[in-house]
């Protein structure tokens, strides 16, 4: 902190790898201070060494800390590093290895149906808190967009459709601070409804709420915000409505299935993966809805050029072969009459920034992988208007009776959580055996060939085809190969060029179990 007079620091922490009992973690602390040369770097870990002979002088202190880091993380089985450019900070790193609890024991906070997918516009000048908040409310299923000042809150909430609900204000920023724009916002004549506001200061929370007692905010918070805090706020601010109002229920058909609003419309899915366009018809044809499907973003354009108005919706993956989404939805928003077609994305990348890019090509909202099938729900039914009669339901009944494959499934199968997977699929074990079969057979090998595929340096191969397994994993709720999947495209997509054994055993050894799972299951069927 001594050494930033500006800026921010940053500490992180992630999962390396993991292996049976244990796991590698990264810490990094990021800060944008004095910043350090090479030649100083090298010496900085030697007892009573410091950058130069002025360092003591001006900040104090002896030289020692980062000499006691270092033994204390090689005690624990790590190492530590930095990286430094002067005048534009350095980043310290270190990696231990720390032991897992045999069970967590972890509660998990869930955000109210009626509030997911709900739109969140956070406003605040510091780039770090934006990144923070957003992956924040990403993470709970909120759509979430992001502006740095007060000018363009009101110019992206003025031009908003659908509307945002929440509007999460930092107190201190130049020009227009919160208090500011919380009342400009109110007066707004463009604004056919005004959002939810929450101010967040890092200062005197006391003296904020005083100063703002004229505005009848929704809810303050202290800076630095916590997950839990921060959805505690959430919850609040629409606790007046929400506690008294009758959440949206999905209505029911006579067998018994979910019906919703959505009952008649027409989807196009576009996904090139067969699991994945399986998993997702199940899906939307269990909401009611008639699914076509393409393959890729080109063969998207034909189907919707020759009869523009035949979808409610169009479902788009993002990395697909031919064309991949981003460019089929641009190519989509240049056609006339196609305005007003809400594209939602369907990907497994759930960083903020993707979410971002995929408004700027044109779609209307993102839903990551794995699906959750009440947040698609959520999404459609804010943007799907049928004009159709409901559809004849197309999924097959929940049990089977009499029927070998179906009463094949147990109820534990190592590998695969089978709970959450037959809820994504409306309960159909028939098809979830069906498709893990498939799974199976197509993509036993997929840790071989990334690992071949880094061995000779193909990177963007490598980072293709870890992308697609994570997904397909997911949708199917292979909960091992989908994080081991995970950790190792975080890695690749920082460009990292170290050895990558540790985590390719890791991946190899979570889709051996799912495949030996399967074979079980197609022994029994």
């Known amino acids: 902190m001594k050494f930033t007079d500006k800026g921010d620091v940053v500490v992180s922490v992630e999962v390396v790898s993991r292996s049976g009992p244990t796991a590698q973690m990264r810490f990094s602390v990021r800060d944008t201070g004095l910043g350090i040369t090479k030649e100083e770097c090298d010496r900085l870990f030697q007892p009573f060494v410091q950058a130069d002979n002025s360092t003591t002088r001006r900040f104090g202190g002896s030289g020692l800390g980062l000499v006691i880091s270092k033994q204390l993380v090689e005690l624990m089985g790590g190492t530590i590093s930095l990286q430094s450019t002067p005048g534009i900070g350095s980043t310290f790193t270190f990696t231990v290895g720390v032991g897992l609890p045999e069970q967590t024991g972890q509660l998990v906070r869930m955000v109210p149906m009626d509030l997911r997918g709900m739109r969140v516009l956070v406003v605040d000048d510091n780039p770090i808190a934006r990144m923070v908040l957003r992956e924040s409310l990403g993470a709970m299923s909120f759509a979430v967009a992001a502006v740095s000042s007060g000018p363009e809150a009101i110019e992206k909430l003025a031009a908003a459709r659908p509307p945002f609900e929440l509007v999460l204000l930092d107190w201190r920023m130049p020009g227009m601070d919160g208090l500011e724009t919380a009342r400009r916002i109110k007066a707004h004549p463009a604004l056919s409804r005004v959002p939810r506001m929450v101010l967040l200061t890092a200062y005197d929370c006391e003296e904020v709420v005083s100063r703002a007692a004229d505005l009848d905010l929704d809810g303050f918070l202290p800076k630095p915000v916590s997950d839990s805090v921060l959805l505690d706020a959430i919850v609040n601010a629409f606790g007046r409505d929400a506690a008294s109002a009758p959440r949206a229920q999905t209505a029911a058909s006579p067998d018994g299935h979910p019906r919703a609003a959505l009952a008649g419309a027409r989807v196009l899915l576009v996904e090139d993966n067969k699991v994945n366009q399986m998993v997702g018809q199940a899906l939307l044809e269990g909401l009611g809805l008639t699914v076509e499907i393409a393959e890729n973003g080109q063969q998207a354009i034909t189907i919707i050029e020759a009869e523009r108005d035949r979808f409610d919706a169009v479902l788009m ?112 074990r028939d098809l979830l055996v069906r498709l893990l079969r498939q799974f199976a057979s197509e993509h036993t090998n997929d840790p071989e060939h990334i690992r071949a595929s880094l061995a000779r340096g193909d990177l963007a191969g490598a980072r293709a085809a870890v992308h697609r397994l994570k997904g397909v994993a997911g949708n199917l709720a292979a909960q091992q190969v989908f994080a081991s999947a995970a950790v190792l495209e975080s890695i690749l997509r920082e460009g990292a060029t170290a050895p990558f054994d540790a985590q390719l055993d890791d991946l190899a050894n979570a889709m051996k179990l799912v495949t030996q799972s399967v074979a079980g299951l197609a022994a029994s069927a």
Request: glycine share 8%; proline share 12%; hydrophobic share 45%.
């Open 317 to 428: 993956d993002l990395q697909m072969p031919v064309m991949d989404g981003y460019a089929a939805t641009r190519a989509l928003r240049a056609l006339s009459g196609t305005a007003g077609l809400p594209i939602v994305a369907v990907t497994a990348n759930a960083l903020p920034s993707e979410r971002e890019r995929c408004l700027q090509a044109g779609m209307n909202e993102y839903v990551p992988k794995p699906i959750d099938p009440d947040l698609l729900r959520v999404v459609l039914e804010r943007w799907v208007q049928p004009r159709r009669a409901p559809a004849p339901l197309l999924v097959e009944p929940i049990a089977v009776a009499g029927n070998p494959v179906a009463n094949s499934l147990p109820e534990i199968l190592p590998g695969v959580d089978t709970g959450v997977a037959l809820q994504r699929l409306m309960g159909n």
